[in-house]
Each structure stands twice: as structure tokens, then as C-alpha cells.
């Protein structure tokens, strides 16, 4: 069986996910979606509106199969998150690889991946999106860069993989506004967090699903943020994943002074550090994730949801790489992705954890 792998957040599953799935199953011919999906946390730094068993489950309207994009990555920069990407889409043995980009000329996204990495850039000390931004800000957008990562990461990692990129059709990736059908994630998670109408965006599964669980946001997690930065001690603090430069002080001290995560993050906004470089040292912070548990291998891979077609397939692939449950044998694999799902269970109440929750599959 053929199959096009989606590396996703689906924060939450909308009307332009269906279209994006839909299209590469048929650019590329494929009998099977594979969905890389992020679960808790995500690449922005933010926790998941909703939790990824739930988001799993929405992924299945248009998606056969939906494996998690282990946390670290999906916690990443874009770089990172790409690799990680890409290292789940080789162990799936995924044939193609599919994403939404502002440009879907793949040349033209090849030649621009190939310009990020030049010395000029990288011994420039600046982000991707600002050396580039300087020069077409409009082309460099941060979903064209995340494109020209997974370029990049595809060509050093997994060079077999085909690479089709698809035209985004809503105007912005962060618009934080319906206006039309097609609207972005960021829009519908503030339409569903102040109860304004988003159904025409979504399909009805999604609906459904988001008027059943309780929908998180930063705000949620503050206390729990504020009592970590408290009670530990600067020393403590340095030894957390990317605490760089002595900021731990300023955390410490301004945390003090504010009251919601929205003042804080005023609060230690510098111009050296973007809001989305603090939000995911924030997450860091809550995850106790250190130095010694970053760039974790990726051996195996949690399967979240499945079809008929997603089934069949995953007969096809190494039993050694591919986890329907998660138990003492294979616990050690998915550390972090635990850690995550309690954490994100404290504040959204849901009982779903790895150890009780089956791969959800259709009419079961």
C-alpha cells in the first residue's frame, strides 16, 4: 500500500486539514494518510486546546492513520520539529510527504531551503524568519520556512520520500479572525474559547468533540507554572532544556509581579527572546525537561487512531516500531508523552492516558 504522510497539530481538526489531506491523497495517489500528529503541547509553545486522543479521533474524517509526533519535537523549533517529523514518516515507511505552504512550487522552496543554510545566514546569529524576512517577507513566512525545513530535513534523512507541497487557501496561517470557510486554527481555538460561532469551519465530528471536553489555554496552566518557578531554585532552573543567558532570574523575579500568564509573558518579553521562544521554555519549565532529555531517538512510534485502511497498512510495517499500547515493556519509549498527558489531564480533567486509552478506531 502507498502511503503520504501529514505532519500535523490538528489544534483543533478543520475544514482546511480535510482539504489538505484530501488533495495529497490524490496528488500522490495513496491508498493511506499517516497524519504525524503533535499531542499535548505544541510547536508554539501552547498546550493543545484539546487533548490528542480526542484530536486523533477528529484526524479520522479524513486521515487513516495517526501516530504521535514525539513531544520534544513537537515542542521545537522548526528545525527540530521537521527532523522529528521526518524520522516518524521514515519508520512509517511513508512514500510521500505532504504540507501546506504559501508557495507550492517545490523547486522554487528547494532552492529558498538551500539559502537558509548558507554560512551568511547561520553565522548571522538571527532566526530564519528574520534573516530572510529582511530580503521577502512576504515568501519567507513562517510556514514557508517550516516547508523548507522538512525540504531540508527529508534531503539529509530520508532522500526517498516524494516532497508535494500544497497551496494554503486561507490568507494567513495565524489569522486570528473567521472570515471565510476556510479559516486558521489559531482563529477557531479563540472563536471556541469565546463561545463565537465556528461550526461552518469544522467538520461535525470536530464540533461535536470540542463541546464535549473542556478546552485549555495558558491562562489554565499559570498557577501551575508560577508554583514551579517559586519553589525551585535558580540552580535548579539552569538545568532546564534552552534556560540560557541568566534569564532564570528575570523569570523568577517578574513572576512575582503578574497576576495571568498575559502579564507575564509582558512582562519578560525582551527583543532578544520572541513570544514563541519564551511560551516554549515556559513548557519546558512545567515538563521539568532538562538538557539530558532533549533530542531523545526515535525507535518506535505510539499509534493514536486507525481505520480499516490505516490497519492494513500497519500489518504491513515492523511490529517493533509501532505501538498500539503502551505498558511497562515499551513505557520507557514514551516518557515524556506521559508526563505531558498528566500534566495536560490536571488542568482539562480528562481521564485519557497511554495506559488506558486503546487506539481509537472506528465504531469501537
Known amino acids: 500500500m502507498k502511503s503520504v504522510a501529514i505532519i500535523s497539530e490538528y489544534n483543533p481538526f478543520h475544514n482546511g ?33 484539546i487533548n490528542k486522543f480526542r484530536r486523533a479521533e477528529m484526524a479520522l474524517e479524513s486521515c487513516d492513520l495517526i501516530v504521535e509526533l514525539p513531544q520534544f519535537y513537537a515542542l521545537s523549533y522548526a528545525n527540530d520539529f521537521a527532523e522529528g517529523g521526518i524520522a516518524v514518516a521514515k519508520l512509517m ?15 522554487s522552496l528547494h532552492a529558498a531551503a538551500n539559502r537558509l543554510f548558507e554560512p551568511a545566514v547561520i ?21 514557508n520556512i517550516l516547508a523548507m525545513q522538512y525540504i531540508r530535513a527529508a534531503e539529509i534523512h530520508y532522500p526517498e520520500i516524494t516532497i508535494v507541497p500544497v497551496q494554503r487557501i486561507n490568507n494567513s496561517y ?22 463565537a460561532a465556528f461550526d461552518h469551519n469544522v467538520p ?18 499559570f498557577p ?29 523575579k517578574m513572576v512575582m509581579e503578574a497576576d495571568t500568564f498575559t502579564e507575564f509573558m509582558k512582562l519578560i518579553k525582551t527583543k532578544r527572546y520572541t513570544y514563541t521562544r ?24 505510539r499509534v493514536l487512531a486507525m481505520n480499516d485502511k490505516g490497519r492494513q497498512y500497519l500489518r504491513e510495517l ?13 513505557a520507557a519509549l514514551f516518557q515524556l508523552e506521559t508526563k505531558a498527558t498528566r500534566l495536560h489531564n490536571l488542568i482539562s480533567g480528562s481521564l485519557q492516558t497511554e495506559f488506558n486509552t486503546p487506539v481509537i478506531y472506528p465504531g469501537t
Open 17 to 49: 486539514h480535510a482539504y489538505q489531506a484530501a488533495l495529497a491523497r490524490t496528488e500522490t495517489q495513496s491508498d493511506v494518510v499517516i497524519a504525524i500528529m503533535s499531542g499535548q503541547f505544541t510547536q508554539r509553545g501552547e498546550p493543545a486546546v
Open 93 to 107: 515507511q511513508a512514500k510521500a510527504l505532504s504540507f501546506g505552504a504559501e508557495t507550492p512550487d517545490f523547486h
Open 123 to 143: 553565522d548571522s546569529g538571527k532566526s530564519f524568519a528574520r534573516m530572510m524576512g529582511e530580503n521577502n517577507r512576504d515568501y519567507f513566512s513562517p510556514n
Open 174 to 195: 495565524h489569522d486570528t479572525e473567521i472570515t471565510s470557510h476556510i479559516a486558521s486554527a489559531t482563529a477557531i481555538r479563540k472563536a471556541a474559547l469565546e463561545y
Open 204 to 221: 461535525p465530528r470536530t464540533m461535536q468533540l470540542l463541546a464535549e471536553e473542556r478546552l485549555t489555554q495558558w491562562e489554565d496552566f
Open 224 to 252: 501551575l507554572l508560577k508554583y514551579k518557578l517559586i519553589t525551585s531554585s535558580s540552580q535548579e532552573l539552569r538545568g532546564i532544556y534552552m534556560m540560557t543567558e541568566g534569564i532564570e532570574h528575570r523569570l523568577q
Open 278 to 301: 519564551l511560551q516554549r521554555l515556559m513548557c519546558y519549565v512545567l515538563l521539568n525537561m532538562t538538557q539530558q532529555d532533549s533530542y531523545p531517538p526515535i525507535s518506535g512510534v
Open 318 to 330: 515492523p511490529h517493533d516500531q509501532c505501538y498500539t499500547v503502551t505498558n511497562k515493556k515499551n
